[in-house]
């Protein structure tokens, strides 16, 4: 699983409050991915980064922000959830071929 | 960002080999072609990639066509646990190495 760890691995939050979700790995790679999925759908990029507090925006960036302070550690803040942003989120690292998904985050805003 | 188009849906049998098709008309010289699958309840994990020659390893092969516009992802023998998503996708290392996913196919396997 290349040390990939996300938490929590569910949550349930209300309208309008801010929710930051962490992905951890062990590995030092430079490369890590925000990716959330719904249902019936494939993979959507939220955010990804190329290094210390080096981030760019995905395909779905409108309502996340993301650090990354720590090479081991990218942050995915919702600023203030909304029920369109419930969904499974996966975080991802990516080695010199492979990217390495986690087992991804289930969240629900109500 | 290369579009990929998939069938949604393919089903096979135990123990039959598996051709999963992928057309990338718009790819680029500098795009991989990867493939990845999801298990259901899991994330995506890496299948195989390749660029212009095709590809083997322990799980698959990849053949590319000679222009590049199209490729198959070939499982020799089906098994029940085969039964996910596959994701055929482009990856140019020049953007930071996206992953950008479509649609993917899903297999089934019967038994």
């Known amino acids: 699983d290349a040390g990939i760890t996300q938490s929590p691995r569910h949550k349930v939050t209300e309208t309008g409050t801010p929710v930051t979700l962490r992905c951890h790995q062990t590995?030092?790679?430079?490369?890590m991915y925000w990716y959330r999925q719904d249902p019936g759908h494939g993979l959507r990029l939220i955010h990804y980064?190329?290094?210390?507090?080096?981030?760019d925006k995905g395909e779905v960036s409108d309502g996340y922000s993301v650090s990354r302070s720590k090479t081991e550690d990218f942050l995915l803040t919702l600023e203030s959830a909304t029920s369109s942003q419930t969904s499974v989120y996966f975080c991802?690292?990516?080695?010199?071929?492979?990217?390495?998904f986690g087992q991804g985050t289930r969240l629900t805003v109500v | 960002d290369a579009k990929t188009t998939q069938p949604n849906s393919m089903e096979s049998n135990e123990e039959e080999p598996v051709h999963l098709p992928c057309n990338h008309s718009t790819i680029s010289g500098t795009d991989y072609i990867h493939w990845y699958r999801q298990l259901p309840s899991q994330g995506p994990e890496y299948v195989i990639h390749g660029l212009t020659s095709n590809v083997n390893n322990r799980m698959a092969s990849l053949a590319i066509a000679e222009d590049r516009k199209s490729s198959t992802l070939i499982l020799h023998r089906a098994t029940l646990r085969d039964a996910a998503v596959y994701y055929c996708i482009l990856r140019d290392n020049n953007q930071g190495g996206k992953l950008i996913f479509g649609q993917g196919t899903e297999l089934s396997v019967k038994p």
């Open positions: 980064s190329y290094g210390v507090k080096d981030t």
């Open positions: 991802a690292i990516r080695t010199g071929t492979e990217a390495f």
């Open positions: 590995e030092n790679h430079r490369y």
